[in-house]
T-cell receptor, first 112, second 114 residues
């Protein structure tokens, strides 16, 4: 059974205080790892897909990295508008590469 | 470009009532999904479809049925609603196989069963 664990569950940062969110996974045959952002009352919004260990992707203050066991979402000099819940998901051979299995998310709050 | 649209956005049902949630996508995606999101549980897959006329069970399918008669639409039905089905429901779609397999989500339907 595919498992995705995100840590911490919640994170409070001051504006400009850089940090990282962790997503560890146990799957058979990873095809892709996905990061989403979810604002309160909204649906998840796609951020990144990572396909192989060593791959990195960046978007504004966010950078996602992938190893064979985990992924990190690095947030550099965050702003209050970065406050949201960040979700990690995997797509693996167990589902015939058809579905995404999600972690429970990390709730990020950035204070001015 | 509307993306993924869910109808309705809010609904209150009495125990035992039935209802259908509608999901429509305009991106010509092959794959469509229904998830539910509950506090502390994350997103859990209810049913999904890998093409028109096909459906498959996800992690938590009991009490729900689905249909995909048209490629752009994916319906989620509750035949006899129970309080345990109080949740926020999200529909998503994706290209499926090949590149660009990320899923795009609708805005959600908040369902309360009393």
């Amino acid at each position: 059974e595919d498992q995705v664990t995100q840590s911490p569950e919640a994170l409070r940062l001051q504006e400009g205080e850089s940090s990282s969110l962790n997503c560890s996974y146990t799957v058979s045959g990873l095809r892709g790892l996905f990061w989403y952002r979810q604002d309160p009352g909204k649906g998840p919004e796609f951020l990144f897909t990572l396909y192989s260990a060593g791959e990195e992707k960046e978007k504004e203050r966010l950078k996602a990295t992938l190893t064979k066991k985990e992924s990190f979402l690095h947030i550099t000099a965050p702003k209050p508008e970065d406050s949201a819940t960040y979700l990690c998901a995997v797509q693996a051979i167990s589902s015939g590469y058809s579905t995404l299995t999600f972690g429970k998310g990390t709730m990020l709050l950035v204070s001015p | 470009n509307a993306g993924v649209t869910q109808t309705p956005k809010f609904r209150v049902l009495k125990t035992g009532q039935s209802m259908t949630l509608l999901c429509a996508q305009d991106m010509n995606h092959e794959y469509m999904y229904w998830y539910r999101q509950d506090p502390g549980m994350g997103l859990r897959l209810i049913h999904y479809s890998v093409g028109e006329g096909t459906t498959a069970k996800g992690e938590v399918p009991d009490g729900y049925n689905v249909s995909r008669l048209k490629k752009q639409n994916f319906l989620l039905g509750l035949e006899s609603a129970a309080p345990s089905q109080t949740s926020v429901y999200f529909c998503a779609s994706s290209h499926g196989q090949g590149t660009n397999t990320e899923a795009f989500f609708g805005q959600g339907t908040r369902l309360t069963v009393v």
